[in-house]
């Protein structure tokens, strides 16, 4: 079966840190980029970031609103990407999926995992 | 990069057919192929409905259906059903090789 499985989250303090991990069946890694997405609670999906596969250099790309503060890389022998969140605020408050697109149509998520809560409270 | 502009609700009644808007820019929505739609339920994973405009991936029923015209891309629903009621999602991906969503639009079926 095609798919993606989030682990990692949990409380945090702010200014802390947190890596989350996004494992994926073998079937879809190689050909594809993983993206984070997070939807606090009450708002909409927000697209965090991507990196792509080794064919493309492994480039990453992220939303501008979170300023340097996370991290998006990949261990191709483990089939998982992460995420590095750090500088974490309140506002990182939320639902944090994975999710891939094929190498040839950025932007087509399928399929997604089933998410992990991130709660940042002191 | 600003949130792709939905309405925040939509209605209808079963059997009637409705039309989510997605406006961007020629940065986004206006200058690719690349815009998808999503239809959200709370708690679960979001599910891809449509994919470079128009195009439906297998299992996704054909009352779904996608369009765009300059900045603005479109989902339409026909022959609405009560399973519909959820959250729906565009996305785009962009100029700066990101990708952004819009804001979301809640469907109620009457």
């Known amino acids: 079966e095609v798919q993606l499985v989030e682990s990692g989250g949990g409380l945090v303090q702010p200014g802390g840190s947190l890596k989350l991990s996004c494992a994926a069946s073998a079937f879809i890694y190689s050909d594809s980029a993983i993206h984070w997405v997070r939807q606090a609670s009450g708002k909409g999906l927000e697209w965090v970031g991507r990196v792509r596969n080794k064919a493309n250099s492994y480039s990453t790309a992220y939303a501008a609103s979170l300023k340097g503060r996370f991290t998006i890389f990949r261990d191709d022998s483990k089939n998982t990407a992460y995420l590095q969140m750090n500088s974490l605020k309140s506002e990182d408050t939320a639902v944090y999926y994975c999710t891939r697109s094929p190498y040839f149509s950025p932007g087509m998520f399928d399929p997604w995992g089933q998410g992990t809560l991130v709660t940042v409270s002191s | ?110």
């Not at chain 2, 961007?24 to 192929?33: M, Q």
């Open chain 2, 1 to 110: 990069q600003s949130a792709l502009t939905q309405p925040a609700s939509v209605s209808g009644s079963p059997g009637q057919s409705i039309t989510i808007s997605c406006t961007g820019t020629t940065n986004d929505v206006g200058g690719y192929k690349y815009v998808s739609w999503y239809q959200h339920n709370p708690g679960k994973a979001p599910k891809l409905l449509i994919y470079e405009v128009n195009n439906r991936p297998s299992g996704v029923s054909d009352r779904f259906s996608g369009s765009k015209s300059g900045n603005t891309a479109s989902l339409t629903i026909s022959g609405l059903q009560a399973e519909d009621e959820a959250d729906y999602y565009c996305t785009s991906y962009t100029s700066t090789s990101t990708v952004v969503f819009g804001g979301g639009t809640k469907l109620t079926v009457l």
